[in-house]
């Protein structure tokens, strides 16, 4: 009898214990599920898909600072303080989704000064490149896809000259962890800064800095260094000249998530330049740029954006 109940106890046991093993199964179940769910939150946190996105007929203004230190052919060394508004209009959106972008520039102030005398320093809220309008066409990455001038009518060249910092670059990839970095070649025609425009080949590494989602910060901070060669030249009756240029520069750009747009860009940049002038003379000159473009506008066309969305309704139909 007493062999009966203990057979009868183990089995007791037997039954208790099943479930806790149950339960301690279901435990380890649940917390390898929150731990998976943990990482992919993290992993979700630490990368950032960057791109830009340009809605129909919006207007962009971009206030632009650069301050030059220009050194020409051993000369004395003189100061260039600027200030100027960029304007973007998104004039087309065609059907490979480029964006047809119309860039002017708006002067504010331009004062130079030798180092040393600024009572020399002169002033003025004009220049003849002001007037021109530039057509550029890019992709959702900023590469290049075609830039032109609308008018071709007289040569000129802006305040900064034919390789100043200029915004919208390629940046080529999308989708970065943080601290990643990757390396991009680009050949770019810059015609924001000349007619005819200087053509600049080039080498950037870029590194996703900093990447920033909470309630007052949603954006990404991509830096880079970059290194290039230019070429600028113009010919007529009365003048031949040909430049060559070495530029290094390291620069800093923040793309906002919501508007998804450049809404910040810095650049401290060194330009080398050689100037050859009717295939005789050669000068040499140094300019070293500190600039900032910072977008402090954005209007949109309703209408023109409502009209797009009942194009893009229509072809879904179809």
Partial sequence: MEKKYKIIALILLAMIAIPAISQTEDSTSTQNEIEI???LQIAK???ACFKYKFNIKDTLIYRVDVLDSVIADLDEPFFRKRSEEMQVVVDKIDSLHYYHLLISFKTLSITEWAVGKPQDSTYRKSSP???????LIIDSLGNRKQIKHLDTK???TSAGGNFAPYLFFPLVETCKRENE???VKSVDTLAENSFPPAILSQTSLFRVKEIHKTDSLNNVLI????TGKGFYAIENSELDLET????NSYGELIIDFTQELPVFYTLNQELKLKIKINNEIEKSSWQYSVASFQLIHQGHNHAAIQEEIEKMRKSLKK
């Fill in 244 to 247: 060559t240029a070495v530029i």
């Fill in 37 to 39: 769910a943990d990482t």
């Fill in 223 to 226: 830096t880079f260094v970059k």
């Fill in 129 to 135: 490149f002001s007037e021109k309008v530039i057509l």
């Fill in 45 to 47: 946190i630490d990368t």
């Fill in 154 to 156: 007289y040569a000129a």
């Fill in 181 to 183: 970095t990757f390396l």
